[in-house]
């Protein structure tokens, strides 16, 4: 029955009543689809508010009840909501027994239809309906519809600004709350946690979740309120990935996916998160890309003002974050100095490795705020623990450095590594048994070698977020601690192998004078006072003066080759080429000459005796110990360089700790400032490369 003018006008007086008193927008559409439905007798009547660019449709109020409030329908077949979005325009369907394709109204009973557009600011909102499962709906029915979807748009209208200052307010608000944290000098972490949980409460209490950006594609989890990614993950966004991350890594805008199952194969947060449906925004800092803020659900879609709510907050927290990063990278610089300058005063008072390193290890775990800290050395396939504080690591551990392990992991990647859990790799077994869940190691390059290297392990949660740059820089620091510090030892060692080589020379010395050229020179004595004691008796001296003079030559040869011992003749009169080409004259076993040296050049002394008794000493070595067929000497003369090399064919394995012969040389290297180098392959033969600074060489 179609209702009265007076009806009809108290019907849109009640619902503008409600309206003009600023109920909730759910308050005024309920009254309107009531109304409309008392109007009509009972009438099914709904409203609906489109979604995702005409894609879909969302049930907001209704009567009849086949159909709930909330729920979802996809726009598709022929049905009365797709067509209206496509014309902009009141529709009407007489019989849906006609139409072709099937909707969810024929699904429903439904006979006949009339829906007229919701258009709030100038776009298409929504749709108002009626429906009868009898007959068609009786000429101007669109009408009336539309004056009561004029009440819907303006209540919509309504509602939004009163949303938009309300937004505004708590948008403002969370920012003081995040303001004040920063006034206060709060914690780093307290401050990002700040950021996480307001930002959720902004959005409904949505899963949210704060994110640095670290570079590489990669971020680093800072803080999250509900979120299932625990703080301080550290995960890096494939090229080919579908997700928002990857989005925001492209454009730097916000991104939205609310389908993440239709991406499954190429999506980390879905693999790794299970994440449902998302939204992200990136968070600028000084025109770069600081970090970003994103929503992760269930599936859940977001609402369609999420990016502009969440970006809007992104903005207005990006100085505050910018401030507190610019505050904490100025207290670590702080710390950073004062423990180098501490690690340093050791270091200058002579302190020995062990307390150094052990001052190390306490200065990194303090800047880590007392978590563990381990400082450790590669040896070989191993490394071993050389200091630890806080840590159920003792000093002395010692674990292989080869395979999958972490330390092997650290070695081959050459930059800081963070292991959320050691599971997987070949260090699982020792971690277990020390109580270690994840670590964060960094390497330590000493010289421009990879010196070893400085973790924190953790027995529950990870590492905290930027552990990785907190040791990075202060590993940058300790590396040349630990050089002047392993220096200082080398010197130390080198001067007590140096007297300690004084001592045993001026002993050898003394025994070789007096076994043997000082007998014969006091025989030669004896000889002559007996000599001279028959000469004056008249007897024949010959015979003794034969034996004195045998006595005496001898003695001249022994002390020749004492001399020889300590200065070479060949090398006194004929410089280094003449030198080496004596060494290789009399070498036990075939040699192979390379001198690249002007014929007459002289060197310096000191370089010169030094490349003299590199290949004097490494002959000897390849005759005693290399078990060679061949040897080669290489000596190359540069404007400002020599280079020695000797190599051979023998069985290698060559250890230079071994013997005191290679030591002593490299203390004479280094006393000129010169390498020595020593590469012997197991099976591979030996090759012993020397090269030595020539301040000015003299030519003749």
Same mark, same amino acid.
């Given at each position: 029955m179609r209702p009265g003018v007076a009806q009809s006008q108290a019907a849109l007086r009640r619902v503008t009543a409600i309206a003009a008193a600023g109920e909730p927008?759910?308050?005024?559409?309920?009254?309107?689809?009531? *109304?409309?439905? /008392? !109007? $009509?007798?009972? @009438?099914?009547?709904?409203?609906? #508010?489109?979604?995702?660019?005409?894609?879909?449709?969302?049930?907001?109020?209704?009567?009849?009840?086949?159909?709930?409030?909330?729920?979802?329908?996809?726009?598709?077949?022929?049905?009365?909501?797709?067509?209206?979005?496509?014309?902009?325009?009141?529709?009407?369907?007489?019989?849906?027994?006609?139409?072709?394709?099937?909707?969810m109204a024929t699904?429903?009973?439904?006979?006949?239809?009339?829906?007229?557009?919701?258009?709030?600011?100038?776009?298409?909102?929504?749709a108002l309906s009626l429906s009868s499962t009898t007959d068609p709906l009786p000429a101007g029915t669109e009408d009336q519809l539309e004056l009561f979807a004029e009440i819907v748009a303006a209540a919509v209208v309504s509602a939004a600004a009163r949303e938009s200052f309300h937004a505004l307010a708590d *948008?403002?608000? /969370? !920012? $003081?709350?995040? @303001?004040?944290?920063?006034?206060? #000098?709060?914690?780093e972490n307290e401050i990002f946690e700040a950021v996480a949980t307001e930002a959720a409460g902004l959005m409904h209490d949505e899963p949210t979740t704060l994110v640095r950006y670290e570079g590489g594609r990669t971020f680093t989890v800072l803080a999250h309120r509900n979120g299932r990614a625990?703080?301080?993950?550290?995960?890096?966004?494939?090229?080919?990935?579908?997700?928002?991350?990857?989005?925001?890594?492209?454009?730097?805008r916000p991104a939205r996916l609310d389908r993440y199952d239709l991406v499954a194969e190429h999506s980390y947060a879905f693999r790794n998160f299970e994440c449902g449906s998302s939204v992200t925004v990136p968070i600028m800092v000084n025109g770069r890309l600081w970090g970003a803020l994103g929503i992760l659900n269930d599936g859940r879609r977001l609402p369609a003002d999420t990016e502009q709510r969440l970006g809007k907050f992104a903005q207005l927290v990006a100085s505050a974050l910018a401030n507190v990063e610019a505050h904490a990278e100025l207290e670590r610089f702080?710390?950073?100095?004062?423990?180098?300058?501490r690690v340093a005063e050791l270091v200058a008072r002579g302190a020995d490795l062990d307390e150094v390193f052990g001052a190390v290890a306490t200065e990194g775990s303090n800047i880590l705020g007392e978590l563990a800290a381990n400082l450790f050395r590669y040896d070989g396939i191993h490394c071993t623990v050389?200091?630890?504080?806080?840590?159920?690591?003792?000093?002395?551990?010692?674990?292989r450095a080869d395979g999958d392990s972490a330390g092997a992991r650290l070695r081959r990647a050459g930059r800081p590594l963070r292991f959320s859990t050691l599971d997987g790799t070949d260090s699982a077994g020792n971690a277990g048994a020390l109580g270690i869940a994840a670590m964060v190691a960094v390497p330590i390059l000493v010289e421009?070698?990879?010196?070893g290297g400085v973790s924190t392990t953790t027995s529950g949660e990870p590492p905290p977020a930027g552990a990785e740059e907190q040791l990075t820089e202060f590993a940058e620091l300790a590396a040349a601690a630990i050089a002047n510090a392993e220096n200082k030892e080398k010197l130390r060692a080198s001067r007590a192998r140096v007297v300690a080589t004084a001592d045993e020379v001026r002993q050898r010395l003394q025994r070789d004078v007096h076994d043997g050229a000082q007998q014969r020179l006091v025989q030669t004595v004896l000889l002559l006072k007996l000599g001279l004691d028959a000469a004056g008796r008249g007897e024949d001296v010959v015979a003794l003066m034969r034996e004195a003079l045998v006595n005496a030559e001898r003695a001249t040869v022994e002390l020749r080759d004492i001399v020889h011992g300590i200065l070479p003749l060949a090398l006194a009169r004929g410089g280094l080429r003449a030198g080496i080409d004596s060494l290789v004259t009399a070498a036990a076993i075939p040699v192979d000459l390379d001198l690249a040296l002007r014929p007459l050049q002289r060197l310096p002394g000191d370089v010169e005796v030094t490349a003299y008794f590199v290949v004097a000493e490494a002959l000897t070595n390849v005759v005693k110990h290399a078990d060679a067929t061949r040897a080669r000497v290489a000596v190359i003369g540069g404007a400002d360089r020599l280079v020695v090399e000797v190599t051979d064919d023998g069985a290698g394995g060559a250890d230079p700790r071994g013997g005191s012969g290679l030591t002593g040389l490299a203390d004479r290297v280094d006393a000129l400032n010169g390498t020595m180098t020593l590469t012997s392959p197991a099976g591979g033969g030996t090759t012993v490369r020397v090269s030595l600074p020539v301040p000015g060489s003299d030519p003749a």
């Amino acid at each position: 029955m179609r209702p009265g003018v007076a009806q009809s006008q108290a019907a849109l007086r009640r619902v503008t009543a409600i309206a003009a008193a600023g109920e909730p927008p759910e308050a005024v559409f309920q009254a309107v689809t009531a *109304e409309i439905s /008392a !109007l $009509l007798d009972g @009438a099914l009547v709904a409203l609906t #508010r489109f979604e995702g660019d005409g894609t879909d449709s969302v049930m907001v109020a209704q009567t009849g009840g086949h159909v709930h409030v909330g729920a979802r329908q996809h726009l598709a077949g022929d049905g009365i909501a797709l067509r209206l979005w496509r014309s902009g325009r009141a529709e009407r369907i007489d019989d849906y027994t006609r139409v072709s394709a099937p909707t969810m109204a024929t699904d429903l009973g439904v006979r006949a239809v009339v829906a007229v557009p919701v258009t709030v600011d100038g776009s298409l909102w929504g749709a108002l309906s009626l429906s009868s499962t009898t007959d068609p709906l009786p000429a101007g029915t669109e009408d009336q519809l539309e004056l009561f979807a004029e009440i819907v748009a303006a209540a919509v209208v309504s509602a939004a600004a009163r949303e938009s200052f309300h937004a505004l307010a708590d *948008e403002q608000a /969370a !920012l $003081l709350r995040v @303001a004040a944290l920063v006034a206060q #000098r709060a914690g780093e972490n307290e401050i990002f946690e700040a950021v996480a949980t307001e930002a959720a409460g902004l959005m409904h209490d949505e899963p949210t979740t704060l994110v640095r950006y670290e570079g590489g594609r990669t971020f680093t989890v800072l803080a999250h309120r509900n979120g299932r990614a625990p703080v301080g993950t550290r995960y890096t966004v494939p090229v080919d990935d579908a997700g928002t991350s990857a989005e925001v890594l492209r454009t730097l805008r916000p991104a939205r996916l609310d389908r993440y199952d239709l991406v499954a194969e190429h999506s980390y947060a879905f693999r790794n998160f299970e994440c449902g449906s998302s939204v992200t925004v990136p968070i600028m800092v000084n025109g770069r890309l600081w970090g970003a803020l994103g929503i992760l659900n269930d599936g859940r879609r977001l609402p369609a003002d999420t990016e502009q709510r969440l970006g809007k907050f992104a903005q207005l927290v990006a100085s505050a974050l910018a401030n507190v990063e610019a505050h904490a990278e100025l207290e670590r610089f702080a710390a950073r100095q004062s423990a180098l300058r501490r690690v340093a005063e050791l270091v200058a008072r002579g302190a020995d490795l062990d307390e150094v390193f052990g001052a190390v290890a306490t200065e990194g775990s303090n800047i880590l705020g007392e978590l563990a800290a381990n400082l450790f050395r590669y040896d070989g396939i191993h490394c071993t623990v050389v200091a630890s504080c806080r840590s159920s690591v003792p000093v002395g551990f010692r674990t292989r450095a080869d395979g999958d392990s972490a330390g092997a992991r650290l070695r081959r990647a050459g930059r800081p590594l963070r292991f959320s859990t050691l599971d997987g790799t070949d260090s699982a077994g020792n971690a277990g048994a020390l109580g270690i869940a994840a670590m964060v190691a960094v390497p330590i390059l000493v010289e421009g070698r990879l010196w070893g290297g400085v973790s924190t392990t953790t027995s529950g949660e990870p590492p905290p977020a930027g552990a990785e740059e907190q040791l990075t820089e202060f590993a940058e620091l300790a590396a040349a601690a630990i050089a002047n510090a392993e220096n200082k030892e080398k010197l130390r060692a080198s001067r007590a192998r140096v007297v300690a080589t004084a001592d045993e020379v001026r002993q050898r010395l003394q025994r070789d004078v007096h076994d043997g050229a000082q007998q014969r020179l006091v025989q030669t004595v004896l000889l002559l006072k007996l000599g001279l004691d028959a000469a004056g008796r008249g007897e024949d001296v010959v015979a003794l003066m034969r034996e004195a003079l045998v006595n005496a030559e001898r003695a001249t040869v022994e002390l020749r080759d004492i001399v020889h011992g300590i200065l070479p003749l060949a090398l006194a009169r004929g410089g280094l080429r003449a030198g080496i080409d004596s060494l290789v004259t009399a070498a036990a076993i075939p040699v192979d000459l390379d001198l690249a040296l002007r014929p007459l050049q002289r060197l310096p002394g000191d370089v010169e005796v030094t490349a003299y008794f590199v290949v004097a000493e490494a002959l000897t070595n390849v005759v005693k110990h290399a078990d060679a067929t061949r040897a080669r000497v290489a000596v190359i003369g540069g404007a400002d360089r020599l280079v020695v090399e000797v190599t051979d064919d023998g069985a290698g394995g060559a250890d230079p700790r071994g013997g005191s012969g290679l030591t002593g040389l490299a203390d004479r290297v280094d006393a000129l400032n010169g390498t020595m180098t020593l590469t012997s392959p197991a099976g591979g033969g030996t090759t012993v490369r020397v090269s030595l600074p020539v301040p000015g060489s003299d030519p003749a």
